[in-house]
């Protein structure tokens, strides 16, 4: 089989695949082995418990634990990788007139035995001494949640599949071979011609480009979103969770006295653009960061980067599973911005799909391509 893209989320498919006893051939399609532009290695690496759907929320109680064993799952002769996870929590503001609907989607997530605690306004202040509260009636807080180092995390899982026997080929894919609405095979940049009855699609931003080489129109759009890496106070000596103000606007703290925050552009174009700007963060991003901590006002800009979203166009959700019409043909796409966090799950159930033809772990079969020809959007209201 031939999986199209060998960042993470197609290195956690090779993985589980691998280590569920698939005895087959695993061939992983990767045109850049350097990852510089992957959207792992330019995220922030965030896990968080508080999602607004059951198919999220079961992916998420999956992940979790996951990542809490990471090193030691992707031991690779006696070393072991480093994640870093560290379990800070995720922290969502809420403003009063959202109020009702964060209650609402507390209660839902705890009847689906998440960790997630509604905190008042007093005791967010004991997690975030100097946070001004103006606006915020509460919020919610997943304690087992927090970020990761997305490099550890893509690194852990390529040597892991490569220790189990995953092919790695330096290659891009341009044409996908389909007969009697099946696949049946890949054609490369250099004109090596794989054959084969299964291809994933695990090409994260470019997922676009990949169903068009099978005839398929799949709703991934490329987007990009910057974060910017400031330096903090002295004053501001402690570490805080992943934090979401009422706007969107994210942060969280680094190594060294540092913060990265950034906030999505609503008025982004679709397009593949690395390039960083500093206008957005000293237009918006600064000045409600001062508003919420007022200690930011002496913020100092250090750097940041740009990369991109695997944007789902249509309901900002994965696309999981085998093409409706094209057989052998599986998609693990279109994840906007909850790939990192959501690839173990995705990894697994992809496995189970490849190998047995039924989810059995986590039933993510509610998220496959079907859904939009048959107007049943999973709509997610938990989202940055």
Known sequence: MVIIGGALMGSSI???????????????????????????????????????????????????????????????????????FRQR??????????????????????SQGMEVRLLK?????????????????????????????????????????????????????????VKSNGVNGVKTRKGEWIQSPIVVN???PFAR?????????????PLRRMVYECKTPNEFNYEVP?????????FRTET???????????????????TWEKALFYDEIWPELAHRIPLFDRLRLQGGWAGLYAENRLDHNAILGEHPEVKGFYMAVGFSGHGLQQAPAVG????????????ETVDVSCLGMARFEMEQLIIEEAVI
């Open 348 to 359: 697994k159930a992809l496995s189970e799909a490849i190998r047995l033809g039924r989810y």
């Open 89 to 110: 929590g995720y922290l969502f503001f809420g403003r009063k007139e959202k109020w009702p609907v964060m209650k609402k989607l507390h209660e839902f997530q705890t």
């Open 121 to 177: 306004p007093h005791e967010i202040l004991e997690i975030i001494p100097h946070v001004n509260l103006e606006g915020v009636a509460g919020a919610t807080f997943g304690p087992r949640a927090g970020y990761v180092d997305p490099h550890g995390v893509l690194n852990g899982f390529v040597k892991k599949a490569k220790s189990m026997g995953a092919r790695y080929l330096t290659d891009e894919a341009v044409n996908i071979s």
């Open 256 to 274: 060294g006295g540092r913060i990265l925050t950034g906030k999505s552009n609503e008025d982004e174009p679709i397009g593949v653009n690395f």
């Open 209 to 221: 480009d990949v169903g068009v080489m099978a005839g398929i129109d799949i709703p991934v759009d």
């Open 202 to 204: 695990a090409a994260g």
């Open 14 to 84: 090779a993985y589980n695949l691998l280590n569920d006893g698939f005895n087959g051939k695993v061939l992983v399609l990767e045109r850049d082995p350097t990852y510089e532009h992957s959207s792992t290695a330019l995220s922030i690496g965030g896990i968080r418990q508080q999602f607004g759907t059951k198919v999220n929320i079961d992916i998420a109680r999956y992940n979790v634990p996951f990542f809490e064993q990471f090193d030691e799952l992707m031991e690779v002769d006696g070393e072991r990788p480093h994640a870093d």
């Open 242 to 250: 992943l934090t979401i103000n009422t706007t969107g606007l994210y």
